[in-house]
């Protein structure tokens, strides 16, 4: 009976890129009632500026000629105090990176001595802890077919909250960008997350949707408020003791306009849609996942970097 009820999603974040609407990671966890601890690693590639095609042009470049890599080391655990309530923390380690081909610097005049100076750099890192994520899922109803070949399904919702205990590098004349690309955005944020599953048979559908509330930090910065909305399938297949979980969706996100200083940052928000494709394996205590997501729709304000690709892989252990 136990199998026809295998899967929960994990909601786990990867908000500190900086074009990146994503609230969070939802994986697949077969596990689902056991406490674990886990690793994961996110990879994200970007390309262009804010500038627009025109500009580019102007000076002979084009959006290749600009790059940025945002890459996220997560440790994450799972708790469940009583049986119908599961607790999720996370807690990432940011190493952003991002700059311009050689044809950009001259075109811009950057020349190896000005690299040295900060309002002059043509390459930037921003690197350290990031934000913690804390997130609560109540099971709403649980209903499961008495024929194990048959339909059974789960709701689950709850509350989460960013805390700021990221790194903020920033002042006063910090931009209004450049807090996107920060390990940390130094405000207190409010999540709210629903997770609905199917299952028959050996294949089921997966339904979240995700949304964080956007508060001020003390530079005036306010991140827009963002919402996922997500559907996956997936299979099972069985080898003695392990388990394989093909799966492939669609992911919809969506982020409102960032607010600096009372004003609407004009080039930030806006939607993307992802193709997802991924699998997660599990031998006894161990577990490894695997997915690439790939945008297939995009529509931003203003001139943003363009989103190339996603990767994320991971490593878990359940303790009991």
Request: contains cysteine.
């Amino acid at each position: 009976m136990k199998k026809t009820l295998l899967l929960m999603v994990l909601l786990l974040p990867s908000f500190v890129f900086a074009c990146d609407f994503c609230n969070c990671y939802l994986g697949l966890n077969p596990q689902y009632k056991k406490n674990s601890i886990g690793f994961r690693y996110h990879f994200q590639s970007y390309s262009g500026t804010e500038m627009s095609p025109a500009e580019l042009s102007e000076m002979g470049l084009g959006k290749k000629d600009f790059f940025e890599n945002r890459n996220e080391y997560e440790l994450h655990a799972q708790y469940y105090p009583v049986q119908k309530l599961q607790l999720i923390a996370s807690l990432p380690y940011v190493y952003n990176h991002d700059g311009m081909s050689n044809r950009a610097k001259a075109a811009l005049g950057i020349t190896h001595h000005d690299m040295h100076h900060e309002d002059m750099k043509a390459e930037n890192v921003y690197e350290g802890i990031g934000d913690l994520t804390l997130l609560a899922s109540y099971q709403v109803f649980n209903i499961v077919s008495t024929d194990s070949a048959g339909f059974s399904h789960r709701l689950l919702a709850g509350p989460g909250l960013r805390v700021p205990t990221g790194k903020l590098s920033a002042n006063e004349m910090t931009e209004a960008h450049e807090f996107t690309h920060q390990p940390g955005m130094g405000s207190w944020n409010p999540m709210a997350g629903l997770t609905y599953l199917t299952r028959y048979k050996k294949v089921g559908t997966m339904l979240n949707a995700n949304y964080l509330i956007g508060t001020r930090n003390k530079y005036s910065f306010v991140p827009g408020n963002k919402l996922n909305v997500n559907l996956t399938a997936y299979y099972e297949l069985n080898w003695k003791r392990s388990q394989l979980y093909p799966s492939a969706g669609i992911y919809w996100e969506y982020a409102a306009n960032d607010i600096f200083k009372k004003e609407k940052v004009s080039n930030s928000g806006g939607s993307m849609t992802y193709l997802h494709v991924g699998a997660n394996w599990y031998y006894r205590k161990f577990a490894l996942e695997a997915a690439v997501q790939l945008p297939v729709q995009t529509k931003v304000n203003g001139y943003q970097a363009e989103n190339n690709m996603r990767l994320i892989t991971g490593v878990s252990f359940t303790l009991n």
